[in-house]
């Protein structure tokens, strides 16, 4: 955990894995999920398919003994790291296989989350959207947003901004607003309203990692929407990307 905060994913990944393995069995399920998110993301950072491929049959396996709003998350998570590095490699039925694959346990996450309660509906809902977009600019199709699966996403982010607000569900409104924008074609009606929510934002959360991490969630989706859009929404896309990067 240490160095997993410490920014050494390495030996994070190292100390994960002893635990894990371990003789006695006495590493909590958090260090299972933990070791395959960082394995995921390793493998990302590494363009290595394997080390994906190798979080992914770890948080199955850990999913299926209990399946939670968090387990669900990560495997939605590691299958979209996937997608990115099948589609940097142009191999595009492997990407929108990853993105089925990852949109299906977002939503699974998201379904869980409904039926529990739990306070952090908006994170799986967010990120399933998000997939399912990036799934159907590849596929070129329109995507329609259930209206009252939105307005459950709202209120479970406004929830939380006015009960205990932190840097990603304060983000999280901006977000929203670009998701159902990119979705409606009308990115370039909400680009200014945005751009002045982000800077709001980084006045108060000045973060260098958190704002990296916020602008790789963003060009998830914003990159193949900025490809397909007309010029008016190419540049919303791209300001909204520089703006992020500064």
Do not use: C
Not at 20 to 30: I, L, T
Not at 87 to 113: D, F, G, I, N, P
Not at 136 to 159: E, F, G, K, M, N
Not at 175 to 184: K, Q
């Amino acid at each position: 955990l240490a160095y997993a905060q410490n920014d050494d994913p390495s030996r994070a990944i190292d100390w994960y894995r002893r635990a894990v393995e371990a003789a006695d069995g006495s590493a909590s399920f958090k260090a299972a999920e933990q070791l395959g998110n960082l394995m995921a993301r390793a493998g990302e950072l590494a363009d290595d398919a394997k080390p994906i491929e190798q979080a992914v049959t770890l948080l199955e396996r850990v999913a299926l003994l209990h399946g939670t709003v968090e387990r669900e998350s990560l495997l939605g998570s590691a299958h979209k790291r996937a997608a990115l590095l099948h589609a940097k490699r142009r191999e595009t039925a492997a990407e929108l296989a990853s993105l089925r694959a990852s949109a299906t346990h977002y939503a699974q996450a998201e379904a869980q989350a409904q039926r529990s309660g739990a306070d952090n509906l908006f994170y799986p809902a967010m990120n399933a959207i998000a997939v399912e977009l990036r799934l159907a600019l590849a596929q070129r199709q329109p995507i329609v947003l259930d209206a009252q699966r939105v307005s459950a996403l709202r209120r479970s982010l406004q929830a939380k901004v006015e009960r205990d607000p932190d840097f990603w569900s304060v983000a999280g409104v901006g977000e929203l607003a670009m998701l159902e924008a990119m979705a409606a074609g009308r990115l370039a009606q909400v680009r200014d309203r945005v751009v002045a929510q982000l800077r709001d934002l980084a006045a108060r959360v000045p973060a260098a990692w958190m704002w990296d991490s916020l602008l790789a969630q963003a060009r998830f989706t914003l990159e193949p929407y900025a490809r397909q859009s007309r010029a008016d929404e190419k540049q919303a896309a791209n300001t909204l990307l520089e703006e992020l990067a500064t």
